[in-house]
C-alpha cells in the first residue's frame, strides 16, 4: 500500500474509533465506563515491531512484523450474575496503536466481577456479507478464497524458518466444526470493578504473543512456519486461547 | 459514460426482481441491500471498471463476458493482468442468488464477499480495496454515482460490493427454448424431447432443472491435470474425501459457455458426452451418479446435445440491461 492510502486508512480507522476514543473534551459529561488497554508482549518483553528479536519455546529467535486481531462478543458479568453486552467487533493491530485502547462507554452502575470476550468473529458475523468499520474486508483481515475474517494474523520472521523468505505468517481463521478457531476468553477481576457516574475504570491488559507458540502445542518454525488455510487453524488456535491476563485495574476519577 | 443513450438507460422496471415461478426460493436476500436503479448502475460501472485491477488493464467484464453467459468463451484457463494464467476455467454467472456457494471449490460463501476473490487474486487483478477505494475516491464520476445511490460521497467496501451485487444478482436466465417448453409455451422436436429424456436419465442426478444443478460437490470422475495442482473441494473443506470434488456448474446457456469442465479441457459438447458415456475414462473414485450414465449411441448423444441447446437464453444474452455502457 502506497503511503497515501495507509495515511487514509489510518484516517478512516480513527473516523470509525472516535465515537469510542472519548476521553476528549468534546463530551459535557466526562464518560464513565471501562477503557481496556491492550498491551501486547512477547512473554515478558514488550512488543516491537520488526527491530527486536525474541526467542520461541524452542529457542529460535523471531521478529514480529505484524500482529492483528479481532475481539468481539464483549461481556461484563455483574455480581449479581446479569450481564451487559458490548456487541462490537474490534479489530487490534500493532501497528494501530490507537486501536489498542477500547473505551466502553455507558455502562450500567453496579458491581462487576469478571469480562468475557471472543478472539474472533462469530459465525453469523462471517456470513453477513459486506459490512463496515472493523469488519470491512479494507482491513486486509478477510479471506478472499475461502469467506471468513483472519481472526488473528501474526507475521514476522525467523533465520529457522523452513518458509521461504524466512517467512513467519499464521493467519488463523475458520468459524465452522472442525475447524472452528473462535476462542471464548474469560478473566475474572481481582476485585470487583465499581462502575458509577464521573469514573472511568481502566483495565490493562497482556496479550502474549509467545503464547501464540505453545501450549498445548509448541511450535517449531522448522516445520510449521506458516498456518495461513484451516489445516492446523484449530492447533494454533487452541495455543491462543490463553493469551490474555489482566495485569492491571485503574480507576480514574474526574 | 452513455448516459444519454436510451440503450443504458436504467428504469425502476428495469430493476424489479422477478422469481421464477418453478424456481426454489433464492439463498441472497436483498432486503439489506435494496436494488435501486442508480444501485444497478454503479454496480454495472463497477463490473466493467478496469480501475479494479492493478495496473487498471482488467475489469470483471474482460473475462465475464454477456456473449457467454458471463462465461469467458473460448478459453479453458484465463488470463488476468499481466498476461497471468489462472488454474481454473472461468464458470458463467446465472441465477447467483439461488447459490449457496460460488467458485468451483465453493470456496467463497456470500454473495456480496465473491468479487473480493479475483480482485486480490495475483494471477487476476491482483489488487486490495484499499488501493480500489482510493482510485475511485479520485474519481468525480464515482464520487458523484455513489451520491446518486447513497445520499453522499462516501465510498466504502461495502457499498462497492453491495452495488455490484445488486448488477450481478439480476442475471436471471428463465427464457430459454427450455423454459418455454416447461410453460406449455413452446414446443420441443421430437429429437429434442428425446435429448430430455435421455438427460433426465443420466445427467438430472446432479444437473436437476430448473437451475441445471443441485448446487453439490462431486467427482464427475475426470483423471486430473497434474500441471494444475488443483485439490478441488478439500482445499476449503480440509476433508481428504473431498479431493478433486468441484462444484455442479450449472447448463444453462451450455452453447455459449465452452470449454467445459474447471479446467476447461473439453472444447465441445460431445468431447464431454464421448467422456462421460465412456467408464475407461473415469478415475475410479468418480461418483456413483456418473458411474450409472450409460455409454449413448451417436443419434442418443446427438438428440442430448440437441436438448442442451434448448436451455440457450437470448433474452439472458442480449439483454441490454447487463451491456457495457462504455463500450466503444
Known amino acids: 500500500m502506497t503511503r497515501t492510502i495507509e495515511f487514509k486508512a489510518g484516517i478512516i480507522a480513527l473516523y470509525i474509533l472516535l465515537p469510542f476514543f472519548s476521553l476528549s473534551q468534546k463530551s459535557k459529561n466526562p464518560p464513565e465506563g471501562i477503557l481496556l488497554n491492550f498491551n501486547h508482549f512477547v512473554g515478558d518483553k514488550l512488543l516491537v515491531l520488526d527491530d527486536t528479536t525474541y526467542v520461541n519455546e524452542l529457542n529460535q529467535p523471531y521478529i514480529v512484523t505484524k500482529f492483528n486481531y479481532y475481539i468481539s462478543q464483549i461481556y461484563l458479568l455483574k455480581d449479581n450474575g446479569k450481564e451487559y453486552s458490548i456487541p462490537n467487533h474490534f479489530l487490534i493491530s500493532e501497528d494501530k496503536i490507537e486501536t489498542k485502547k477500547i473505551v466502553l462507554e455507558k455502562i450500567p452502575s453496579g458491581k462487576y466481577t469478571s469480562i468475557r470476550f471472543i478472539l474472533g468473529v462469530d459465525s453469523l458475523h462471517n456470513c453477513s456479507g459486506a459490512q463496515s468499520g472493523a469488519l470491512d474486508p479494507i482491513n486486509a483481515m478477510f479471506w478472499t478464497w475461502n469467506t471468513g475474517y483472519i481472526f488473528l494474523k501474526l507475521e514476522g520472521k525467523s533465520t529457522l524458518s523452513s518458509a521461504i523468505g524466512n517467512t513467519l505468517e499464521y493467519h488463523i481463521g475458520g468459524y465452522r466444526m472442525p475447524n472452528n478457531s473462535i476462542r471464548t476468553i474469560s478473566l475474572p477481576f481481582k476485585n470487583p470493578i465499581v462502575i458509577e457516574k464521573k469514573q472511568m475504570t481502566e483495565i490493562n491488559m497482556k496479550t502474549d504473543i509467545s503464547e501464540i507458540l505453545k501450549a498445548p502445542t509448541t511450535i517449531d518454525f522448522k516445520i510449521t512456519p506458516t498456518v495461513n488455510t484451516l489445516l492446523n487453524a484449530k492447533m494454533i488456535a487452541d495455543n491462543y486461547s490463553d493469551i490474555f491476563t489482566i495485569i492491571g485495574i485503574n480507576g480514574i476519577k474526574y | ?328
Open chain 2, 1 to 328: 459514460m452513455n448516459d444519454e443513450n436510451p440503450y443504458f438507460k436504467i428504469s425502476k422496471k428495469d430493476v424489479k426482481l422477478i422469481i421464477p415461478k418453478n424456481f426454489p426460493p433464492p439463498f441472497y436476500s436483498f432486503k439489506n441491500n435494496q436494488i435501486t436503479p442508480e444501485g444497478f448502475v454503479l454496480g454495472r460501472e463497477l463490473f466493467y471498471e478496469n480501475l479494479l485491477s492493478r495496473d487498471n488493464s482488467v475489469s470483471c467484464g474482460s473475462c465475464h463476458q454477456r456473449i457467454a453467459a458471463f462465461a469467458h468463451i473460448d478459453h479453458t484457463l484465463s488470463h488476468g493482468i499481466y498476461g497471468r494464467i489462472g488454474n481454473r476455467n472461468i464458470p458463467s454467472l446465472q441465477n447467483l442468488i439461488w447459490n449457496n456457494s460460488f467458485m468451483w471449490d465453493g470456496g467463497v460463501t456470500s454473495l456480496e464477499m465473491q468479487p473480493l476473490a479475483p480482485i486480490n487474486n495475483p494471477l487476476e487483478m491482483d489488487e486490495s480495496m484499499g488501493g480500489i477505494i482510493g482510485k475511485l475516491q479520485n474519481s468525480v464520476k464515482y464520487r458523484n454515482l455513489f451520491q446518486d445511490v447513497f445520499g453522499d460521497t462516501l465510498i466504502n467496501s461495502e457499498r462497492m460490493l453491495k452495488a455490484m451485487t445488486q448488477f450481478v444478482g439480476l442475471m436471471i436466465s428463465n427464457n430459454s427454448k427450455y423454459d418455454k417448453y416447461i410453460e406449455g409455451k413452446a414446443v420441443f422436436t421430437p429429437e429434442e424431447q428425446h435429448g430430455l429424456e435421455l438427460f433426465r436419465t443420466n445427467c438430472a442426478s446432479c444437473h436437476t432443472e430448473p437451475l441445471f444443478t443441485n448446487n453439490t460437490f462431486r467427482n464427475n470422475g475426470l483423471i486430473p491435470d497434474s500441471t494444475l495442482h488443483d485439490i478441488g473441494r478439500e482445499k476449503i473443506s480440509t476433508k481428504a474425501s473431498d479431493k478433486y470434488l468441484y462444484k455442479v456448474p450449472t447448463l444453462r446457456n451450455i452453447e455459449m459457455t465452452y470449454p467445459y469442465m474447471h479446467d476447461g479441457r473439453y472444447r465441445k459438447l460431445k468431447d464431454v458426452l464421448n467422456f462421460y458415456g465412456t467408464a475407461e475414462q473415469h478415475t475410479s473414485s468418480a461418483d456413483p451418479f456418473v458411474k450409472k450414465i450409460s455409454p449413448l449411441d451417436f443419434t442418443e448423444k446427438t438428440d442430448l446435445i440437441l436438448f442442451l441447446l434448448t436451455l440457450t437464453d437470448k433474452e439472458f444474452l442480449f439483454d441490454r440491461r447487463f451491456a457495457d455502457p462504455n463500450m466503444k
